[in-house]
């Protein structure tokens, strides 16, 4: 989908009402400048959207002003909030499971696995 091909130029809209579609986010943002792309992530099991969505201008100064204009402002009746788009998390907190490779902790594993190993050794030993 590419969302986040230039972060200045992709607005998340949040608030919007499930009757908002991508032609309805499409005819209240296009007042402002060319659109590149409109995207409202549905819900896989209702097929409605889920309150928010994503529009991604041409230009950053007309994301600017769409941004400004479009923020706190009313569609459906609902007011939704407008603001940059963020980079799409990779789970795993702020390091992330890709930030390393997989075999890198592979080392402290082992050592996990030993000394787990060696827990129940002593138990067994115990129960004797």
Request: charged content about 25%; hydrophobic content about 40%; cysteine-free.
């Amino acid at each position: 989908v590419g969302v986040m091909a230039n972060p200045r130029t992709t607005l998340y809209v949040g608030g919007l009402d499930e009757q908002v579609t991508d032609s309805v986010l499409h005819a209240a943002f296009v007042p402002f400048g060319d659109l590149k792309d409109v995207n409202i992530p549905l819900d896989q099991t209702t097929q409605k959207n889920k309150g928010f969505g994503f529009v991604t201008f041409v230009e950053t100064d007309d994301a600017a002003e769409a941004l400004n204009n479009m923020h706190n402002s009313e569609l459906f009746g609902k007011v939704i909030r407008s603001n940059y788009a963020q980079p799409p998390k990779i789970k795993g907190g702020d390091t992330g499971f890709a930030s390393q490779a997989v075999w890198a902790d592979a080392d402290q594993y082992a050592a996990d696995v030993d000394a787990e190993k060696e827990e129940e050794d002593a138990a067994v030993a115990n129960v004797d």
